[in-house]
């Protein structure tokens, strides 16, 4: 049974891709600012802010292939394209092959000369800017990002290019490179935005010295380049945007105001992750939003929040990183935030005194010559689309789609409600916490009706146990109802047929609480109601 409203969402993924400039804000939406139709960001962050001073990659395939995949392959529209102050303040007329030369990189220029010769003989700033452009000839926005002052992999505490007067960062010769960045791309249409400094941290960060100098490099931004949106970062690696709640910023940059945030498990305890996920991500939720989420949520002034960076291993054998991004895009979904990826390189010509080094948080592989997993496409299709809209006003109907973080796949419009590609998805109406799940435009209804069978759909009646749907779990992941001989079970995915069945709901106990330790991945079970605008 197809619901009338799947062509909405198809057609909001089908034009995700066209360019659009300049852009700027609206509320809590990133648009078009002459069309007014939101415009998301679903990046892929490409360093090139290491001591080469060029994009990675130049050395292993042509840019014009790399641009094609990020596109057509990986489905990105954006890339989150670093840089290092230094490069433009100090050696910007360095040519790519002396670059190389200085670290003795032969394999690399010999890379470069094979795959990408036209930029042996560029300066740095200018293979930067071929880059720019083949994007732009791709239909895929440019995020400038100022990741550090000194070329090198970051970050630390105590690198020296933490925090405004560290060894490295000096304010002034900081605003000057952020100004020649924003003249160089003057009237660029690939350039849509410019982050203005990555990760500030260390023992020096404090909110005075923030406000000053960050109004200081945004205004140096807007006046220079007034097309662009001008991107804050806040304090303690990114995850920190609280201090704004009692003390807004009081530049004015005529609507091209953008804050960022990162979104990472560094640290955070592996048996937290294993044995209670349910809490330990509802825990990482409320930190991430109470921090900087909130800015979507402002009932003043809500802001545009673009989530520059997370990532994990793509090699899939770290079970906390795995749970942590089922987390994180669970969130994302419902909140339909603007993002990127950490990162598209597989390898990196030279990072930390190594050569040609392997990472396994790239969405290439270490030759660059495939995926390194596919599957992490099929995980942010969804996320790539713009899920909730902004065309059409706040005053429109919301339907839901009902999605599945783990596989990044929805319930899709067919009788036996399988998953499907969530632009195909079933839209469904759910007006309060024990309603019922209703099918769009029909009077069919999502029915509990056995453990461990496929819900049916049948003529709606909320009153009934079976057909009442409540979110439980902490984590509020968890969709339950009671099958007709009253056991509670709740919404799962069938990994085999990819069908949703109904069982009994793992890690809750007979009150749908919590349990203190389970050795289930309760994940399976994850089925988000997100919202979608539609018409």
């Not at 799947?6 to 909001?12: A, N």
């Not at 139709?37 to 395939?61: S, T």
């Not at 989530?307 to 895009?329: A, T």
Request: aromatic share 10%.
């Amino acid at each position: 049974m197809s619901s009338p409203f799947t062509y909405v969402f198809f057609l909001i993924f089908s034009v995700l891709h066209s360019h659009s400039f300049p852009l700027s804000t609206s509320s809590r939406w990133i648009i078009d600012e002459h069309s007014g139709h939101r415009v998301k960001l679903a990046c892929v962050n490409w360093p090139g802010h290491l001591q080469v001073m060029i994009p990675e990659g130049l050395n292993k395939k042509p840019m014009k292939n790399i641009v094609s995949d990020i596109n057509n392959i990986m489905g990105f529209n954006c890339v989150r394209l670093t840089w290092a102050t230094y490069m433009y303040t100090r050696y910007a007329n360095l040519t790519v092959s002396e670059s190389l030369d200085r670290w003795n990189l032969t394999a690399a220029k010999d890379g470069v000369a094979k795959n990408n010769p036209e930029v042996l003989g560029m300066s740095i700033v200018d293979a930067q800017n071929a880059v720019v452009n083949e994007l732009g000839k791709g239909k895929i926005m440019v995020v400038l990002d100022n990741h550090i002052s000194l070329p090198e992999w970051c970050c630390g505490d105590n690198d020296g290019n933490g925090f405004f007067g560290d060894e490295y960062f000096d304010p002034d010769e900081w605003v000057r490179g952020l100004v020649a960045v924003a003249r160089r791309y003057q009237g660029n249409p690939s350039v849509v935005a410019m982050s203005m400094r990555n990760e500030l941290r260390g023992p020096r960060q404090n909110v005075t010295t923030w406000y000053n100098y960050m109004q200081q490099g945004g205004g140096a931004i807007h006046h220079e380049n007034p097309d662009i949106l001008v991107i804050f970062s806040g304090l303690s690696y990114d995850t920190n945007l609280g201090f704004l709640k009692g003390q807004p910023l009081m530049i004015k940059l005529d609507n091209k105001l953008v804050f960022e945030s990162h979104w990472y498990p560094f640290g955070q305890p592996e048996d937290k992750w294993i044995f209670q996920t349910n809490e330990y991500c509802a825990g990482v939720t409320k930190t991430f939003m109470d921090n900087t989420g909130f800015l979507l949520q402002d009932n003043k002034n809500p802001v545009p929040l673009f989530l520059s960076e997370f990532g994990l291993d793509q090699s899939g054998g770290n079970e906390v990183e795995n749970r942590y991004l089922v987390c994180l895009l669970a969130t994302v979904a419902e909140m339909d935030v603007d993002w990127a990826l950490w990162q598209l390189p597989g390898s990196f010509m030279l990072r930390e005194g190594k050569v040609d080094v392997e990472d396994v948080f790239g969405m290439y592989d270490s030759k660059w010559k495939k995926l390194r997993n596919a599957t992490m496409v099929d995980k942010l299709r969804f996320i790539q689309t713009n899920i909730q809209g902004y065309d059409h006003g706040p005053s429109n109907q919301t339907s839901y789609i009902l999605y599945h973080p783990l596989i990044g796949k929805c319930v899709g419009p067919t009788d036996n409600l399988s998953m499907t590609n969530c632009e195909h998805a079933s839209h469904w109406i759910h007006e309060h916490d024990g309603s019922s799940i209703q099918l769009v435009n029909t009077d069919q209804c999502l029915t509990t009706f056995k453990q461990g069978m496929s819900p049916i759909l049948s003529h709606c009646n909320s009153s009934t146990a079976e057909g009442s749907w409540n979110v439980v779990s902490v984590s509020k992941h968890h969709l339950a109802s009671k099958d007709i001989q009253g056991n509670k079970l709740c919404l799962e995915v069938d990994t085999s047929s990819l069908k949703i069945v109904t069982n009994k709901c793992l890690c809750l106990d007979d009150a749908l609480r919590d349990v203190l330790k389970c050795d289930d991945n309760p994940q399976s079970q994850w089925l988000k109601l997100v919202p979608v605008n539609r018409i």
